[in-house]
């Protein structure tokens, strides 16, 4: 969009004097072209996914809201790629074909994105990636290329603080077996998915930069998913009984699942065995595991703030306006939304936030 300016405004320099140029070019504001219309091709890897399909209903909810503001028709176009690049790749032409002004895309495989970035550019359709985030060198191969999520390092360091900042209080009630090590199971996300790498990694090195020890009993790979993520659990308390003091889930609903799991163990959380469980996303029932204690804490994933991002931006390239100043264009490419710590002491606060 910019570059579109950018070309306008020096073809009339010619023609115009340098003066009332500048004055006008340097203006971001106003709106530059009358849309009646806003047609957007959504794309998601898997419609079960809970914080995925969170992000689609506040879009749906804001696209309503937005209509009458902008006083055009929004349609939203929802597919499914169910797990399947190929199926993706498709969903993008049916796209191109029903005159969508843009996609937004929650690629199935983010190393894998170059399928849908030639037909979008080869169609002059520009893309909003969403959610996982893409290789950055194919970002970087068409300027109609953007990508709206947030920064999956903040999380994992978050979750640690939230762990570190219990364990300045009560230290000895997590480290059950007192030898002064926090022994941790880790679920994680998919294999090669961003968040799922760096949140593992930053969320460790948070808790032990500021100074506590951690023994990994077992990590496993649960795909994002409450009924997988309950299976491992399953198979950790077989094998470590109750020797697990913290379980460290890259999301919510795997967070959900090790909760699944203890319950189903007959352990509540009055029990001195059960242990500290983290997750990240802050999706409704997420939040709710937070409210009942079942949760010691998550860390905000703002579905609601990327969905807004992604509608704003589709609308601001498509309309050429400019994006309202709570979202920042980093690089003329990324929106990242900031996570934020949930736990029970400022709960309240972001179910408003939500419900707002
Ligand atoms: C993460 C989110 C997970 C899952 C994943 C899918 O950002 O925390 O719950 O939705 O994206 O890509």
């Known amino acids: 969009m910019k570059k579109i300016k950018k070309k306008i405004c020096s073809a009339a320099a010619l023609t115009l004097g340098a003066a009332l140029l500048l004055a006008g070019c340097g203006s971001e504001d106003g709106g530059q072209k009358e849309i009646k219309k806003l047609k957007i091709g959504i794309s998601v890897y898997d419609q079960y996914d809970t914080f995925v399909s969170e992000i689609v209903s506040y879009l749906q909810a804001y696209a309503k809201e937005k209509e009458k503001d902008w006083g055009i028709s929004i349609t939203l176009d929802v597919e499914n790629a169910n797990g399947s690049q190929m199926i993706q790749n498709d969903q993008m032409d049916g796209f191109i074909r029903d005159d969508m002004d843009i996609a937004c895309i929650n690629l199935v495989d983010r190393t894998d994105a170059s399928t849908i970035v030639e037909k979008a550019q080869a169609s002059n359709v520009p893309v909003i990636f969403f959610n996982r985030e893409l290789v950055e060198e194919d970002l970087e191969r068409w300027d109609q290329l953007y990508y709206v999520g947030a920064d999956a390092f903040e999380s994992g360091k978050m979750q640690g603080e939230i762990l570190v900042e219990e364990c300045k209080k009560n230290f000895s009630k997590i480290d059950k077996n007192g030898d002064g090590i926090l022994q941790y199971v880790m679920l994680e996300g998919e294999a090669g998915h961003n968040d799922s790498m760096v949140r593992s990694m930053s969320v460790i090195s948070e808790i032990t930069d500021r100074g506590y020890l951690v023994e990994k009993l077992s990590d496993e790979i649960a795909n994002w998913n409450r009924d997988q993520a309950a299976n491992k659990m399953k198979q950790f308390m077989e094998k470590f ?88 264009l980093l690089d003329g490419k990324y929106i990242r939304m900031p996570y934020q710590i949930v736990t029970v002491d400022n709960l309240g606060e972001i179910q408003m936030k939500l419900m707002k």
């Open 241 to 328: 009984d109750d020797e697990i003091e913290v379980v460290l889930a890259n999301n919510d609903d795997m967070a959900l699942g090790a909760i699944d799991a203890l319950t189903a163990a007959g352990l509540s959380t009055k029990d001195e065995n059960w242990p500290v469980v983290l997750g990240i996303d802050g999706t409704t029932v997420g939040l709710e595991a937070v409210e009942d204690g079942k949760m010691l804490g998550t860390v905000l994933n703002d579905a609601k703030g990327q969905a807004r991002g992604m509608l704003e931006l589709a609308y601001s390239i498509v309309s050429e306006n400019s994006l309202p100043e709570e979202f920042e």
